[in-house]
């Protein structure tokens, strides 16, 4: 049985204070989540979120991190200073580091080996875009991406990891994937990591759905098999939004596809 995680990512949204009211109000309205939470605030705010977060049930992590573990990289963030602030997870490959920021495959690679070797969980995000889906894309884009993300990895480390399918037409747009468009893409994704790693790994290994999850979309995405919960952006910045998201995720059964 995997259990489903809840991820907020607050994106470049919030200073200190804001930060620490919304992990706050998560924190209190979450005593006891019945899945597994996590926020990833901007960095600046990662250290009161930390503070404001410490001994409850909820983690936290990083929205991005260099490969390197110092030096001249302005502006980077090496992953050594996330596990410094006690993260657990970091997000990589995000659609908005991919297109606006141009990551690469290889870059995003790069990252999840040096998270991986730093002890943070790493989630990678894979997604077509509206065009790559009406040209029949979906499965050869997420293939890609999952093959060259996770190049090099041993099924050891594979297991060590989250994926979140986050088609591209959906983050941010007010639009959410259906359930069963999602489902086909996290079975075909399962498939893949069977091959990849071990069915074993494809059974444990949590695939996050994300795009335009809101409180009332959340129970029906979540009740497919292989959809292990979310990684939700604008609803993870409104704290009663996002409990309920946390709430209406309860854990449930294996995968029905292999
Ligand atoms: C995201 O940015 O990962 C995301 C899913 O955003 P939203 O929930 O706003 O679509």
Known sequence: MRTPIVMGNW???GGVSEARALATAIRDGLKRPRVEVAVCPPFTA????????????????GQNCHWEEKGAFTGEIAPSM???????YVLLGHSER??????????????????LRHQLIPVLCLGETEEERRQGLTFTVVEGQLRTGWAGLGAEEIARTVLA???VWAIGTGVTATPAQAAEVHGYLRGLVSELASKEIAQSLRILYGGSVKPENAAELTQEPDIDGSLVGSASLQPQSFITIAKKS??????SKE
């Not at 996330?82 to 657990?88: D, I, M, Y």
């Not at 309860?250 to 995968?255: E, F, L, M, R, T």
């Open 165 to 167: 399918y986050e088609p």
């Open 250 to 255: 309860a854990s449930k059964g294996g995968s």
């Open 82 to 88: 996330l596990t410094e602030l006690g993260c657990r």
């Open 98 to 115: 991919r297109h606006l920021f141009r990551e690469t495959d290889e870059d995003i690679n790069r990252k999840v080996t040096a998270a």
């Open 46 to 61: 990662l250290g009161a979120v930390a503070e404001g977060l410490a001994g409850s049930p909820i983690g936290w992590g």
């Open 11 to 13: 994106k470049m949204h």
